[in-house]
């Protein structure tokens, strides 16, 4: 594909170098290596029509000598626990990786097998199940381990990456590429101070900074001195250089060669800013307009000579030919727990209430889905030391507090402060290593971190998220402690399905401490992505230690005849205490307690029919949730049914109790009796 | 409820004071007034059980200093354009700005209508339909125009504020109050970074800065220095102060007296930075233990004894009443154009389409969707003086470009970088000052502003968001450029009532020029949130000038009485494509563009049942939107209906095309014709 790949290889020498001959046919080298990538950069975008080349090739020299030369990491692993890792917070650098990922012989996963990549396969950059997808994905090219391209997003994988390289001592440096047009995204600012807090010396920020932004000339507010001055001032050490000048990149990324291994409180950790070009050596590319366009024709033609004449000046005869990467020696993999072994180890509740001395809260039969779930948490943390916990603003959620204040346990803790969709991208970024990662925060906070929820679910990394005080519950602290439309958005997630038909995540909303403990243990065993809504207050416990528990199950509470009630989390109680009530209208009900989403359908069909298809779905959060995903299931079948939703329709401005809001939003257990008798015809004035 | 009130008003001094005693005695005076107004914020939190008092009363200098002294408004109307804004970002400081307002006697909602609080109506703080809720919410307190408490986001609502205020060549200010727990969240960054880049020197952030964060001893990264150093290196001139010192908190705050009448290029924008003590008065709360904490009992009497004592030391007899408020002279309003009359000013598409030279274009049949609104905005924009239109990197958007580039309307276009949360935030700041707001990013990037989302809708603004390459058509820039989730989380909103029994929100998705003309309009005219979901690419037009299109309504494109299809925006064009083959297989199909949601569901019910209850839902997005609405309008009724849903079930990962993505989405015409035969029995291979 490229024309330049041969001549780059005529041009070795072995003939001993002086150092500063030496130096100069490196540099020399180095453009040769980088106009060949720019070049073939150029050429996949036009092929494909899709990309932003001139951002892309604005990083060739950065790109060129840090997976050729700077970065120690094996071609044939890249994903080795010894191996520096590079990740793309911007993906229009994804060509650029590509080109330089197919020049190297990186595995790709072509036609169901994985095999090095070679220029050819450079063709089907952005073609349906090509290995080279437009927003790099993991399972596709080996080097890539999350999906990226959310804006701003990058550094924080970066950053969970990072720590896991601390926990497992390894001396690997992670180096996260981010480009102009991220500046504004708030979480990259969580992210940066997050480093400079847990002083993270083995995570480079690496800013490729244009005096063009996407749109305009950049203002002074995202200006190449702005960035500096804002990086030196949060307490980085910013090394700023000339981004086409390979001698400069080398002493820069040297600079951070030692830091990553210092653990000393005083080391400061280390940004780089070079200073590049948009369209660099395609002068007919290099204003503004050009930005986010791919460029085909005439104009193609253009820029491939104008590279062609950049080479001119600037490579020479004594060019060598760039060595392959690098690689640290291999580090052996720790014999991992298996995750098996661990739930074995693992106490059930009642064993972990006697071991933390709550044996009369137990007989008192109360407590916290969230003290529950801190509970399993702290017990699975002792059981296998893969695992992670991460949490905003802990003291206010608490879920963490026991795991963080064991000992043993506290270095697996990270507390992100008021962060969310920056501790996501951590989760994720610690999952992808390999870590048993549980992320928590409140319901309503949550939200922020929707799209970082969904490049998890693209990931397919396993990971736990915690969503506290979710629906009503937490009405006393106001409506903006309170969140019932995340329901809706994460049941989108549990209705999709991966690749291989599985759940793209699973919805678990726990009613009891029972239910919160064991879907804990569950889901952090499961392979993939779930999503844990905890109530708010404490709950009476429903279960008991006999009670089974699993992903993709409901259980069925009552089994009666005339109507079928689903209803799930802190509104399992409240039907519970309408049965008497309904018992005396006459009414023989089913109660399930869905649990999970999705769930077994067949199952819920087969309650259905045995209560007339009379169904009523309660929830005290938004519709959409549970009340859709009962319909869709039963819709599809073509039986008559009739199902009506009882919800939140009317968002709680205020009210001091869940109590209250329940009779605010007409879901208190008189609520329920008058429309289930309402649903049967029942006349209840009689 | 306070025991300091009638002492405050005793100490009442009419003689002559020097300049000296003069200070001295406003000092004496701002602390008793200080030390009644936490007194009273701890009593309400004690009684409500609600709250964050230490937090609030941290702040008890500067807002007294604020309300009574330095804020420039008029108790009686405190959203008089001339009025001075006081904005909390933290809902914390709530109790304390409740506790001045029924001092003060400003306006709240009580029984049914507005009156002037008392002291007395804080006992009602956080309960039910109480003027006072715990998150200020608009509709309660006259001084309350947003719903606020989303961490991290007040100065988004802030900027818009003074943006309007800018516009309207007020010289009023907009102070905005952040809390500690907020420093770390991405959206106050992005925030800040506007204000600098914007030279906006009418609103004025205030830090309550303590050296106790949320959870523990503030660490160097959210430190008081630290803060100072971020804002200044950011641009900002901070002035940073000792939060308890009535005459230095005068000094700073008089600082920007002048700045916010300044346009000038080289005036800076200013911070403020108050040195605060949590639980300040109140020794025995100081520990860092005692934030978030309600105090009751024993520990609350305390606490007052300790206010007691305070006041000792700081008050004397020369203690003057603090005056009221000092309001600017009223604003004259502006006489408002009506939109009834803009609309009727504003050009139909086919004019428009002339306007611009686009007469060819409009002949050709052929238009995006995201260029026919760009044409709305700016015909609108050009009749009516009250809107705005804002977008995230707008290059790359492209809703707003003709409306930026009208010379006459630039004034009104905000370039909000990328940075959806702030957008968002902005965006509602403007419309809650009575501005017509139209915000635009794309689908995949809004979902980061979901919480912003929300309290738009909390708030009851009108607003209409835009959401670009919706849905699978923007497959070719990466899965990172898709966005089919978002539409389950914006239906929630759809499917939500305000008090009023309106929907909380509109979803609207156009499918053509045509309708994206026309709904642009009914969006900006209609009162409260609207979300319009619009298609990557061009569409070929579908309707003409004669359709109407009005929220809450749906268009049948075809009637049959076989199978009701009911689809939207792109997929419009793909149902289409489908409809001959359904011929051929004898299909005779009822086709519904549900371009709104919520729809007329009697209307719909009826095309179902004309159509044998058959019903196939299609779009490009993960269920939980179209299919989902559908299911729950029609299993209400409890009539048999076969409801078929063919949507995203799996995450696209690459394709260089919208085709393409349908085919392996199982999407395009041939898998809806297969898909409707099956649903029909009938045997489509003979």
Known sequence: MSQFSSTAKSSVSSAPLT?????????????????????????????????????????????????????RWDVASPRDASADRL?????????????ACADLGVAGFVDGSWRALTTADLATFGAVDSALPTT???????????????????????????LAARLESSARRVFCVISDAELREGQLSEALASIIEERLTNVIPVFVASALSTNDRANAVDGIEALVNRLNAMGFETISFDGHAPAQIRDAVELTADASQSTSKSSK???????????????????????GRVVTGEKLATALQDLRNARIGLTNAFAIELSRPIPREKTPQNPAVSMHAALEATPDFARAMKD?????????????????MSLALRALGRAHGGVSVLECDARANMVSDMFAADRALTPRFNECRSAESHMIGVACGLASAGRVAIASASARSLVRAHEQLEVAAR???S?????????????????????TNDVAWFRAIAAQQDASGHPTGYLLQPSDAFAAYALTLAAAAHEGLTIMRLPAGEQEFLYNAETTFNLGKFEVLVEGRDLLIVTAGAMVHEVNRALDDLDKAGIDATIVDLYSLPFDEAALLDLANANGGRILVIEDNASGALASSVSDACTAAGDPFIIESMCVRTPIVSARSFDEALRIAKLSASDIVARASRLLGIDTKS
Chains 1, 2 share one sequence.
């Open 356 to 372: 933390a001395d709550m044996l009369a809260v137990y007989q008192g039969g109360r407590l916290s889905t969230r003290r529950a």
């Open 19 to 71: 150092n500063n001959s030496r130096t100069a046919s490196l540099d020399a080298s180095t453009h040769a290596k980088a106009i060949q990538l720019a070049t073939v950069t150029l050429e996949m975008c036009a092929t494909a029509g899709v990309g932003n080349p001139t951002v892309a090739i604005s990083a060739t020299h950065l790109f060129t000598t840090l997976l050729y030369q700077s970065m």
């Open 459 to 461: 990931s397919g990394v």
């Open 269 to 291: 950790p280390k940004a780089l800013v070079a200073r590049c070009i948009k369209g660099w050596g395609a002068k007919s590319l290099q204003g503004g307009s050009w930005s």
């Open 136 to 162: 790099p994905t993991p399972g596709t090219l080996a080097i890539v381990e999350n999906a990226v391209g959310a804006h701003g997003a990058g550094l924080s994988l970066a950053v969970g990456h990072a």
């Open 463 to 483: 990971l736990t998220v915690v969503a506290t005080n979710s629906g009503l519950g937490a009405i006393a602290e106001g409506a903006s402690a309170t969140s």
């Open 87 to 99: 990740i793309l917070s911007d993906a229009a650098f994804a060509p650029l990786l590509y080109a």
